[in-house]
């Protein structure tokens, strides 16, 4: 059984960094493409980066270009620096990969993270 476990959000102040995990369990990390999405209230979930199965190309959001940075090993991580208020919301780990019919999309809980000052 595939679980998804994210770790590290909390509350930082403005140009602070946190650095959140994803511990996944019951499947392969390189063999899908792994994403961090996010979700402030009142606003719909949004992709922040991912990096793809295999050669582990990353994309990011306009929105963290430059202070974000995707990457895994056994785990999957993102740094986040210089963080903003408008980056508070709970940050999603997902794995996806093609499927021969529905692909297979994994989802963890979620962790939140809270930029104030």
């Known amino acids: 059984q595939v679980q998804l476990v994210e770790s590290g959000g909390g509350l930082v102040q403005p140009g602070g960094s946190l650095r959140l995990s994803c511990a996944a369990s019951?499947?392969?990390?390189?063999?899908?493409?792994m994403r961090w999405y996010r979700q402030a209230p009142g606003r719909e979930r949004e992709l922040v980066a991912g990096?793809?199965?295999?050669?582990g190309i990353t994309n990011y959001a306009d929105a963290v270009k430059g202070r974000f940075t995707i990457s895994r090993d056994n785990m999957l991580y993102l740094q986040m620096n210089n963080l903003k208020p408008e980056d508070t919301a709970v940050y999603y780990c997902?794995?996806?990969?093609?499927?021969?019919?529905?692909?297979?999309?994994?989802w963890g809980q979620g962790t939140q993270v809270t930029v104030s000052s």
């Open positions: 019951g499947l392969i990390l390189n063999s899908y493409t």
């Open positions: 990096i793809s199965s295999g050669a």
């Open positions: 997902n794995a996806w990969r093609a499927g021969f019919g529905t692909p297979d999309d994994f």
